[in-house]
């Protein structure tokens, strides 16, 4: 996921096709959508992407 958004492969909610892509929140929910469960670990694990996110850039 991290790396299709490094690559600028949008999502169904990038709002700018044309600039490079954000790590948002939104974007993070939308790539997980389909693969994960809305369980209780879901904010945790939104959280450790974005932090592995952050620590890559």
Do not use: F, W
Not at 10 to 31: C, F, G, M, N, W
Not at 43 to 52: E, G, K, R, W
């Amino acid at each position: 996921m991290l790396e299709e958004m490094r690559a600028d492969l949008p999502s169904h909610v990038t709002k700018d096709l044309t600039a490079p892509i954000e790590v948002t929140d939104a974007e993070i929910r939308e790539r997980m959508s389909g693969n994960l469960c809305r369980c209780g670990a879901y904010a945790n694990i939104l959280n450790a992407i974005n932090q592995v996110a952050g620590e890559r850039a």
